[in-house]
C-alpha cells in the first residue's frame, strides 16, 4: 500500500513504540502494526528481523529467551533505558516533521 | 512438521558472524517461522498450506542473510579466524604444516585479546621494540640506498674509475695526454672517458646563474648507456678545440630553466660568456658525475699539444665483457708504468689505478655505516633482552593460567606456540611502528648527512627495507620469545597448583633474568663507549684552532669567463674593482680573496729554493699554493709573525714576493732565515719570488690534518680566473648576502656571485660526517642506556613484589629501612656491575673498530671508559632507588597479612 521508501524511516520508530507497554516477541511485533495499522502497514520477516538486530546492537532494546506456560521458547524484546530516550527523541521529531508536512501540503 | 532450526540453518549462510551469534539468529528466525506456521494451522489450512504460507515468509535467503550481517556486524568474526578456518579445512586434505598455521593464527588472535587486556605492558613492549626496529630499519634503509642499491645507471657493474697513482699522493686526477694515451693503447675496456666537473655562468631567462656542469669525452653517455631523450649526445668531431660548442641539458635544467620547452634543440645560449647550441636532453632521474650538474659540455684537449703536468680530469671506463677489474688493473698499470719511462719529467715514478664505480663512491663511507649498523643491531638486541625479560615476569605472573591450560589437555608443544604466538604479535605491531619511525627519520637523516654521505639522497623505504623490517620482527619476534616459551616448558603443573595461586617464578627463571638484565647493561656499556669516544674526539676536532677567525666572515665565489676577461690585466681590473667596492660598504670592515680556500679548494705546486741543488724529476718538494689579495690576512685573522704581508704596491710589474706559513719555514728553513731567500714556485722560468713574510699555519686540509707548508703570492703577480672573496663584517655575514651579489652585478650584469656562505659553515661543513656518526651513535647510546635502566628498573620493581612478605618478616624482627634499601639496591646493583665489567671487556674488545673515526682520542682512552661506566652506574642506581623506596615504606602488620 505504502512504498517501501516510505516505509523504511518509520520502522524503527514503529518497533521502539511497540516495545514501549511491555516486551513482545518478534513475531507479535509484525501482527501488532498489521493489527493497529488495520492492514495498511505489513512489515516481512525479511525486513522486521535485521531491524530487531540492529535495534539490540545499538542497545536500544534488549532480547531475552522465556518459556511461558503452554506455549513455545521465545525471545522476548524489551525497551531499554536508552530506547526509551531514543523514542521519545524520534516521536517528538515525527511530529514535528508530519506538522511541517502538512503545513506544506496544505492538509 | 518441519524442523524449522533445521530448515533456517540449511538456507541461511552466515561465514563472519560467530557461531554463538549465529545459532541465536537461526533460533529466532525458526521460532518466527513456526509462529506463521502455527497460525496458518489455526485459521484452518491444510498442514502443507501452512507449511508453504511460512516457507514464503523469507524468498530472498541470500538477501536476508546480507542484511542480517549488515545490521549485526559488531559480533561479526575476526577475518583471521575465518582465515584459520579455511587453511584448516584445506589442512584436512594436506599434511600437517598447515594445521601448526592454523594453530598459530587462533594464537595470534587469542594473544591480542590477552595483550588487549594488559594494555600497559603491551605499551611498554611495542614502544621498546619499535624503538629498536626503528632506529634498524633507518639505518638498514641508509646502508640500502647508499651501499646495496645499484649505480643508476645499467650494468653497473662493468663501470670503474682509472686513477693515476703518483708515489707522494696517492691517487690523483689525471693529466690530458696519459688520458690521450690510456684511451689510445688499453685493449681491455669498451670506452673510457674523461670529465672535468665544475661549474659554468649560465644566462638564462632570469639573468646570469651559476650552474654546476661537466665537460665530458664525447661518448661519455654511451659508456653510461644512457641516450638523451631528445635530440642527441655528442659526436667525436665537438671534442676538437673550436668544435665544441654544444651542450646537453639535464632534464632538471631542461624542465626549471627553459620550461620544458619541447622545441629547445637548436637554441642557443650563453655559456660563460660564449654562445652553445643545445643538442639534447637527458632522461629524469639521469646524474653524472654529481646529482646537481645541470649541463654538459665537450671536454676538449688539444691533441697537438696535450699538457701531461697538469692533473685535473676524472677518468671512468666500462670494462669488457669477460674482463675482470684485476685484468683492467694489470693492464692499465703496465701502460702507465710505459709511460713513466717515456716521459720521465712528468711522469717519473708514476703508475695507475682501476677501482670499481661503486666502490669509489661509496668506499670511504661503508666503515661508518658498518659502525652504526653493528651499533643498531646491539640496540635491538638491548630492546630484545628488555622485553624478554617484561615476557618472563608476565609469564611467571600466568603460570597458573599456563597451569590450567595444560591441565585442561593443552600440550606442551601447544603452550610454547602460544607464548611465540604472543611475542610475534608484540614484534610484528612493533615492526610496523618501526617503520613509520623510520619512515618519518629519514628525512631528518638525509638533512644531517647532505654533502657528507655519497648517495644519501637515494635512500628511501623500499621492498628490500619493508622485507628487512618483517624479517627482523620475525626474528625478535622468536628471540624474545624463547625465553618466556622456555620457561613455560619448565612449569610443571603441581607444583604451581600447589603454591596457593601467589605467582611464582623458579629459580630458572631468576637466573634466566638476571642474566639478561646482565647481558643487557653490558651491550649498552659498549655503546656508550663507542659514542663517548666519538664525542670526545669530535669536542677536539672542533676546538682545534682552524688558524684563522671564522665568525662575521662571509666567503663567496666568483669565476671570470674568458671571452670577456681575456687577459690578467683585464681581470686585475675586475678583482681591483670588486675589492674596493666591498671595503667600502659601510657592514664591511676588510674584504680579501684568495683563490683555493681552506677545506674548500685545493692547489698545489711543486717548487725550489734558490741556492739549493735541483732535485730529481718528480722528486722534488711542493706546497699548498695560495693567490691573496693584501687584504686576506686581516680578513681572515691570520697573524703575521715576521716581515710583512703583501701591499697594493706588490703589482704586475713589481719585484715578485711570497708569504710562508710557519709549516713552510719549520719544514724548509729549520736551521735558517726564510726572509729574503727566493722561491721558483711550479718550476716555471718566471724567475724568483722572494719571501717577505711568515704568517701563522692554517688549516687547508681540514681539521683533521696537520696544516700543510703553504706559500702565498699576491694576486696580481699570478692571476686566477676563479677567486674565493672573503668580507669580514660587523654583523651577522648572513644578511651580506644579497648586498655582495648586488654589487658584483654592478660591475658585471652577466656575472653571478656564488657558493654564498658564511665562513662558520665550511668550518662546520668539514666536520658534518663526523658530526652525522657522532649524532647517531649517541642517539643509539642514549636509547640503549634508556632501556637498560627501565629494564633494570623493571626486574628489581619485579622482585619487591615478589618479596614483599619477605621484607615484611625482615622488618618485623627487625631490620630498619637503610637494611631493606641496602638490600634492594645492592641485589640490582650487583647486577648492574657485574654488566659493567662484561661490558667494559666487550668494549676494549671491539673499540678498534671505531678507531679509523676518532681523532686524538685513542680506544682505549680511560677516561671515556670511566666516564661511562659511572654514567651507567648512576643511571642504575636510580633505577633501583624508586623500587627501593616503594620496599621501604612496606608495613609489617600488612605484608604478613597477605599470606
Known sequence: ?107 | MRNWEAFVRSRLTLPGLTPERESRIVRELAAQLDDFYREARARGASEAEADAHACRQIGDWDRMAQDVWLADRPHARPRIDRLADRIEGAAETRRGGWKVMADLLRDMRYAVRQLAKAPGFTVVTVLTLALGIGATSAIFSVVNGVLLQPLPYPDPDGLVRVHEVVPQYGRFSVAPANFLDWRKQNSVFERIAAYAAGSTTLAGTEGPERVLNAAVSWDTFELLKVSPVLGRSFTEEEEMPGKANVIVLSQGAWQRRFGGDPSILGRTVNVSGAPATIVGVMPAGFYFPTRDAELWMPLTINPANPPRGAHFLGVLARRKPGISTDQAQAEMKTIAERLAVQYPASNANESAEVVLLHEQIVGAIRPALMTLFAAVVVVVLIACANVANLLLVRASVREKEIAIRAAIGAGRRRLVLQMLAESLVLSLAAGGLGLLLAYLAIPSIQTLSAGSIPRVLDVAIDLRVLAFAFITSLAVGIVFGLAPAWQVTRTTLGGVLKEGGRGSSSSGGRWLRSGLLILEVALSIVLLVGATLLLRSFARLTSVDPGFRPEGVLTFRIALPQPSYPQPHNRVAFYDTLLNKLEALPQVTSAGMVQAFPMRGDYSLSFAIQGRPPSKPGEGPSANHRVASPGYFATLGIPLLRGRTFTDRDSENAPMVAVIDEAFATRHFPNEDPIGRGLDIGNGTDGFYEIVGIVGNVHHEGLDSDPLPTMYVPYRQDIFSGMWLVARTNGDPAQLTSTVRQTVREIDPALPAFSISPLENVISDSVAQRRFSMLLLGVFALIALFLAAVGLYGVVAYTVSQRTQEIGVRMAIGADRSDVLKMVVGGGMKLALVGVVIGTAGALAVARLVAAMLFEVTPFDPTSYLLTAATLLTIAALACYVPARRAMRVDPVVALRQS
Open chain 1, 1 to 107: 500500500m505504502f512504498s517501501s521508501e516510505l516505509k523504511k524511516g518509520s520502522t524503527e520508530m514503529l518497533v521502539l513504540s511497540l516495545l514501549e507497554a511491555r516486551p513482545r516477541h518478534g513475531y507479535e511485533i509484525g501482527k501488532l502494526i498489521e493489527a493497529r495499522s488495520g492492514g495498511r502497514l505489513k512489515f516481512a520477516l525479511p525486513t522486521l528481523y535485521p531491524t530487531l538486530l540492529r535495534l539490540e546492537n545499538r542497545g536500544w532494546i534488549k532480547g531475552r529467551w522465556v518459556e511461558k506456560a503452554g506455549e513455545r521458547e521465545r525471545c522476548f524484546y524489551r525497551l531499554t533505558s536508552e530506547g526509551r530516550r531514543m523514542l521519545a527523541d524520534q516521536r517528538k521529531t515525527w511530529k514535528a516533521y508530519v506538522a511541517a508536512v502538512n503545513e506544506v501540503m496544505g492538509g
